[in-house]
């Protein structure tokens, strides 16, 4: 009498590997998309303590925002003099490293955390674009930033750029005006973008402007002077821009163009 087997059919095999690559293709990007949202939610984190602390710098130094440039610049000539007090994320030099060790908001122990200035996203991803003459590789790979403060929250007071009266600047407006944004690490090949982009920190040059970048599902993380933050496709800020929403009362600059993004950070 003949013993009946008990193992797998080739055709039963067959069946079990095409259903198990089925699901593998279903299932994969649903892992990948659920991986990208916690990289997003833990930007848009770090843009909150951000705002809060840009809000607990300007409560502590009687209403003055915190400077934008590492520098006084002087228009009409090129010198640059570096201030007395730091940028907010410790930009040590135009188009230079940056320490955010050194930044007002590290040394005023407002943040304690390294990591809540660069977005998990960016973490080993390369800053390259205008940025790319000035670092070596290692310092390319390991930026340690991945925000801008908009330079509308300093603005031209005489000679040199300077911190504003921030309740003054957005009165009325705190949930329109921007504050930060997850700035691009790379070169925009945007049909709307005319200069060599990508992340810069230092003062606002034609060649560096803070441009949004567009990881986060084809859009970027952004917060306001309101403290809150939000989800915006590169259009959308696009069209914010161009309305002037951004504008801070007394603003002096022209908010039609990204030149407008202020030189620290992506």
């Known amino acids: 009498m003949r013993r009946q087997s ?3 059919t080739l055709i039963e095999l067959l069946v079990v590997i095409a259903i198990v690559a089925i699901l593998a293709a279903i299932l994969f990007p649903v892992f990948i998309n659920a991986k990208e949202r916690a990289r997003q939610s833990k930007c848009c984190s770090n843009l909150k303590q951000l705002s809060t602390a840009f809000l607990l ?3 502590a130094n009687n209403g003055r925002t915190p400077r934008v440039s590492p520098y006084n610049h002087w228009p009409g000539s090129n010198e640059e003099v570096p201030p007395i007090v730091p940028n907010w994320c410790g930009t040590q030099q135009t188009f230079g490293a940056t320490d955010v060790k050194k930044g007002s908001f590290w040394m005023g122990g407002y943040i304690r955390t390294a990591g809540v200035f660069i977005c998990p996203t960016d ?3 390369p800053a390259t674009g205008c940025t790319a003459f000035a670092l070596n590789s290692p310092q390319q790979r390991d930026y340690p930033l991945s925000y801008s403060l908009t330079q509308e929250m300093n603005q031209v007071s005489g000679s040199c750029y300077m911190p504003v009266v921030f309740e003054a600047a957005v009165a009325g407006r705190s949930g ?19 200069y060599i982009q990508g992340i810069n920190d230092g003062l606002n040059l ?6 949004p970048d567009d990881v986060h599902y084809n859009g970027t993380t952004v917060s306001y002077a309101d403290g809150h933050t939000a989800w915006r496709s590169y259009d959308q800020l696009t069209t914010e821009r161009n309305a002037g929403r951004w504008r801070v009362h007394g603003s002096t600059y022209r908010n039609a163009s990204w030149g407008n993004w202020d030189v620290p950070c992506p």
């Open 123 to 125: 973490v080993g991803r």
């Open 176 to 194: 329109q005006v921007l504050l930060f944004e997850h700035e691009s690490r790379t070169a925009h090949t945007r049909p709307d973008k005319s």
């Open 206 to 211: 034609w060649i560096g402007a803070d441009l």
């Open 57 to 59: 710098y300007v409560d």
């Open 6 to 8: 008990t193992g797998f």
